[in-house]
């Protein structure tokens, strides 16, 4: 019994229980180092000259023998001489790939997958015997390597008919934890492969059975099982091929298949980039978002793929937040990954994939906008939520990036519109880009104080959504114009002599407004005459940051605490509800109080807010009635 040259009992225990995260990982392991040993054997025939080799004439075979408890995994690569099975398995982490690799004069040429020299061990956390049986090409000796774990391992001769390598796993017996049992089942076996090793350039074949109607039955249909050996993976990947090799039928049914989704994507992003970081990207974007999508529950990320390998289900690092709707995958074989491969390094070329990804996101976004508006508009309806709180976040770092993409609902348009769009039909001399809020479309539209901007003949976006305002706060102004909430501060609409007509009007009222202010009891910051309505008697209005929809939103979440926009009571001088107002003022100021209240209610509820005292308004509102009655 020879020893691990290593610190093997710790070293080993540590690569069968902390390295990998989940079990089944040893079978994709396995299948890129056998992946490897025919690569070898390829690359060297090139260098060597020997015609007699193709990649056809390469498999990996995959045996499940239930009763003995054994999965093997066979090769026709390389093999190994007695030497080399000392030094690649009688040391741990180091890597007969790598050593390879790193002799080659042309490196780019080849893809090495198994270059950290650990990923043999993992077979240990499924298999308490390990036996390895090879032959180097060339060489008519064979030998057996076995292994029980961290004690030390065997090297003897053995008979092999063959070059190549077979690795023999005598799987555990089922604990209370683990059902190992598992790795004995042809359809577990085979959904791993297709999982993690689906694009490993050779077949990779096992026997499975199938049921098939038997060739004499006539009448009554009869079925029989029957064993055939059969291809599990698909061998040559979608993004592999060239765009014009490939059909959109095939990319739908990819992504279908793949991402479980029986909607076809709204789009496909197919790109590969050469140069300090080469990789291929596929990616999609779905019609319909998930039903977790905009919970804690979601996870986003892209496929992570090593030369055809993957490594990762879901890498969130090469997605930005505001782009974590897209699906898909990246395969590179130039990312540092951890010895386990499950794990990234935060290196610069995961940056700089990122980035591309997210500048070649934005252009196929930007792209669908501009010429398929009615599918962007679909993408917008699900997804721009994401958008709208990817220019709000971070105190608006990715604003510039994002803000054109943005959708608003347009007053005059009647339909979703960029700021772009707004600014180009703005009138000659507008300084502000107006929006107004609210709970949903019907009831902005409605708003007391849009009214006399659609008169004008001016635009209103209607912001629904309650990230929309901050987002508008963020971006701060849009080419050079500033945003303005029409419910808050003075929309600057009025001509020099509408100006002067009006503050003649509030010099004459400034008593009654006063009076009215202080029967609120500090409820409102003031009471003003308006400039902005037109029919209704009344609104709401703010002065400040906060406006009353930022303090609906701000109060609804969880630690938002009491927050309070500064409010001011508007009331219109030209409706008849003023006239009554002035005449209470000289004759029955108790009564001026009652219906400055039930204004002041009134205008809550216009504004969606709730009335301070409910049932001590409706008693105001029932005495009133009685004394008309």
């Not at 690569?15 to 994709?28: G, K, P, V």
């Not at 059909?247 to 709204?266: A, C, G, I, N, T």
Request: glycine residues 6%.
């Amino acid at each position: 019994m020879k020893q691990f040259k290593a610190e093997s009992k710790r070293l080993l225990d540590l690569m069968i229980h902390s390295i990998y995260t989940h079990r089944e990982i040893f079978l994709r392991e396995l299948i890129s180092n056998a992946s490897d040993a025919m690569d070898k054997l390829y690359y060297k025939s090139l260098q060597d000259g020997d015609t007699g080799l193709s990649r056809e004439d390469f498999c990996i075979t995959i045996e499940i023998d239930k009763e003995n408890r054994s999965l093997s995994i066979t090769d026709n690569g390389c093999g190994m001489t007695k030497d080399e099975l000392e030094n690649n398995l009688g040391v741990i982490a180091k890597s007969g790939s790598l050593h390879f690799k790193q002799e080659q004069e042309k490196q780019d040429e080849i893809d090495i997958i198994g270059q950290f020299g650990v990923g043999f061990y993992s077979a240990f956390m499924v298999s308490d015997c390990v036996t390895v049986r090879t032959r180097a090409y060339g060489s008519d000796e064979a030998f057996q390597w076995q292994s029980k774990g961290a004690e030390g391992y065997t090297i003897t001769p053995c008979d092999k008919d063959s070059h190549g390598t077979q690795i023999i796993l005598h799987i555990k017996p089922n604990t209370e934890e683990e059902q190992y049992d598992e790795y004995l089942d042809p359809f577990r076996i085979q959904s791993i492969v297709k999982k993690y090793s689906d694009y490993i350039r050779y077949p990779i074949q096992m026997d499975m059975e199938r049921s098939r109607l038997k060739e004499d039955s006539k009448d009554q249909p009869e079925f029989e099982t029957v064993v055939e050996r059969t291809t599990l993976n698909s061998m040559v990947p979608v993004w592999k091929k060239r765009k014009s090799e490939v059909s959109d039928e095939e990319y739908q049914r990819f992504y279908q298949e793949k991402f479980f989704d029986f909607q076809k994507p709204l789009r496909i992003i197919h790109s590969s980039t050469e140069g300090v970081c080469s990789y291929s990207a596929l990616l999609f974007i779905p019609a319909n978002a998930p039903a977790d999508y905009y919970t804690r529950q979601y996870e986003k990320g892209l496929q992570l793929y090593a030369s055809g390998v993957m490594i990762m289900e879901r890498c969130g690092d090469l997605l930005p937040d505001y782009f974590g709707f897209v699906r898909g995958l990246v395969d590179s074989q130039d990312l540092s990954l951890n010895i386990s491969r499950e794990m990234l390094q935060h290196d610069r070329q995961l940056q700089l994939i990122e980035s591309r990804l997210e500048k070649k996101i934005k252009s196929e976004l930007e792209s669908m906008l501009t010429n398929d508006r009615e599918t962007y508009e679909t993408f917008f309806k699900n997804f721009g939520l994401q958008l709208k709180f990817g220019a709000y976040a971070d105190y608006g770092a990715h604003k510039e990036l994002l803000q054109d993409l943005l959708l608003f609902y347009s007053s005059s348009e009647k339909k979703p519109v960029t700021l772009k769009e707004y600014v180009s039909r703005m009138k000659e001399g507008q300084t502000h880009i107006y929006y107004a809020c609210g709970d949903d479309l019907a009831r902005v539209e409605t708003m007391p104080q849009i009214e006399l901007l659609k008169d004008k003949g001016m635009e209103v976006l209607c912001l629904t959504d309650d990230v929309d305002e901050f987002v508008f706060k963020t971006i701060g102004e849009y080419a050079g114009k500033s945003f303005k909430n029409i419910s808050s501060d003075d929309l600057e609409l009025e001509s020099e002599q509408e100006k002067q007509s009006h503050q003649e009007q509030i010099e004459q009222n400034q008593d009654l407004l006063a009076f009215m202010q202080e029967s609120l009891d500090g409820k409102v910051a003031k009471v003003v005459l308006s400039r902005r309505l037109k029919s209704h008697p009344v609104c709401l209005s703010t002065e400040g940051d906060v406006t009353l929809e930022m303090e609906k939103v701000l109060n609804a979440m969880p630690s938002g605490g009491q927050v309070k926009a500064v409010r001011v009571l508007e009331i219109n001088g030209g409706h008849p509800v003023f006239a009554a107002l002035q005449s209470l003022y000289e004759k029955d100021r108790e009564k001026l109080k009652a219906y400055t209240d039930l204004l002041y209610g009134q205008a809550l509820l216009i504004a969606g807010l709730p009335i301070d005292d409910p049932a001590a308004f409706s008693d105001q509102l029932c005495r009133l009635m009685e004394q008309q009655a």
